[in-house]
């Protein structure tokens, strides 16, 4: 599709396409290149609290604090964990770690840890002056590898946790919020997040569907990587969802918006048949 998404499916798959001004369905293999295909301007989610699952570990380590079920804190530590973390298993050792230069980001990680699960970090600096949070216990590794097995990998096999996508719209944006602190970015022409995963880039696109922001997915041969461009009609929403007025990027991406809205740039693409019948 023109958003970069695929789907793969039988040849009788019904498909929803426009006709003459009708919209109905036809066979997959039926579909020709320049068909226009309705899309949901939002993704509908459940408000009803996604329950995790408890970890029984036992050992020597002082407990931690294991939540019940997904929140917005948790979802946003989760965010920053998907674009800068990483997880460790050696021998008797378990850590959940994340690295960054930005002090503010830093301090929030740490208030987000301290607050959802009760636990500090013990922080290494290395020559180049980033700082690397590991949070050194078993029995918290454990429990993020039975809830949120999609963040336990390396940059390429990284994907959205599935008890964040099922989340409430507000667990998802806090998510979102995170995520944007580590792989998103403010270029000239639009907002994006950056990944070396594909799988991840979906999500990402999926994750904005649901808070109503419309996007696409570039891959960048140059680079190895997938961007997920916000659409310009969404760049107000996005901006007022998701960048922190904290955040050193929030003036420019403010000011982007505010070019958006004096400059319309809507990407609702309407299929011959509506001039025809405006007519």
Same mark, same amino acid.
């Given at each position: 599709?023109? !958003?970069?998404?695929?789907?793969?499916?039988? $040849?009788?798959?019904?498909?929803?396409?426009? /006709?003459? /001004? %009708?919209?109905?369905?036809?066979?997959?293999?039926?579909?020709?290149? =320049?068909? *226009?295909?309705?899309?949901?301007?939002?993704?509908? !989610?459940?408000?009803?609290?996604?329950? +995790?699952?408890?970890?029984?570990?036992?050992?020597?380590?002082?407990?931690?604090?294991?939540?019940?079920?997904?929140?917005?804190?948790?979802?946003?530590?989760? =965010?920053?964990?998907?674009? %800068? =973390?990483?997880?460790?298993?050696?021998?008797?050792?378990?850590? &959940?770690? *994340?690295? !960054?230069?930005?002090?503010?980001?830093?301090?929030?990680?740490?208030? +987000?840890?301290?607050?959802?699960?009760g636990m500090e970090s013990t922080d290494v600096t290395n020559a180049a002056g980033t700082v690397t949070q590991r949070w050194v216990s078993t029995k918290l590794y454990r429990w993020?590898? #039975? !809830? *949120? $097995?999609?963040?336990?990998?390396?940059?390429?096999?990284?994907?959205?946790?599935?008890?964040? @996508?099922?989340a409430s719209e507000e667990s998802i944006r806090r998510f979102l919020v995170g995520a944007f602190a580590g792989d998103g970015g403010v270029e000239s022409e639009a907002m994006s997040?950056?990944?070396?995963?594909? =799988? @991840?880039?979906?999500?990402?696109?999926?994750?904005?569907?649901?808070?109503?922001?419309?996007?696409? &997915?570039?891959?960048?041969?140059?680079?190895?990587?997938?961007?997920?461009?916000?659409?310009?009609?969404?760049?107000?929403?996005?901006?007022?969802?998701? +960048?922190?007025?904290?955040?050193? #990027?929030?003036?420019?991406?403010?000011? *982007?918006?505010?070019?958006?809205?004096?400059? $319309? #740039?809507?990407?609702?693409?309407?299929?011959?048949?509506?001039?025809?019948?405006?007519?």
């Open positions: 599709f023109s !958003n970069g998404r695929s789907v793969t499916v039988t $040849p009788g798959h019904p498909i929803f396409v426009d /006709g003459g /001004g %009708e919209v109905g369905t036809v066979d997959a293999a039926e579909i020709s290149a =320049g068909d *226009f295909v309705p899309a949901p301007r939002k993704l509908p !989610n459940s408000a009803a609290p996604m329950p +995790l699952a408890d970890e029984e570990h036992r050992g020597k380590e002082r407990d931690v604090d294991l939540p019940e079920e997904m929140s917005p804190k948790l979802a946003e530590v989760l =965010g920053f964990l998907t674009a %800068e =973390g990483h997880s460790y298993s050696g021998g008797r050792t378990h850590e &959940i770690g *994340f690295s !960054n230069q930005d002090e503010r980001l830093l301090d929030r990680m740490d208030t +987000l840890m301290t607050r959802v699960f993020f590898e #039975r !809830n *949120f $097995p999609e963040v336990m990998h390396t940059a390429r096999e990284k994907r959205i946790p599935a008890a964040v @996508l099922g997040y950056t990944t070396a995963s594909e =799988g @991840l880039a979906e999500d990402y696109a999926d994750a904005l569907s649901k808070i109503g922001v419309a996007s696409r &997915i570039h891959y960048d041969i140059a680079e190895d990587s997938w961007k997920v461009y916000v659409m310009g009609d969404s760049t107000a929403r996005f901006v007022d969802a998701v +960048l922190e007025p904290a955040d050193e #990027r929030y003036d420019d991406a403010v000011a *982007f918006a505010d070019r958006s809205v004096d400059t $319309p #740039r809507h990407h609702d693409v309407l299929p011959p048949s509506a001039a025809e019948e405006l007519r």
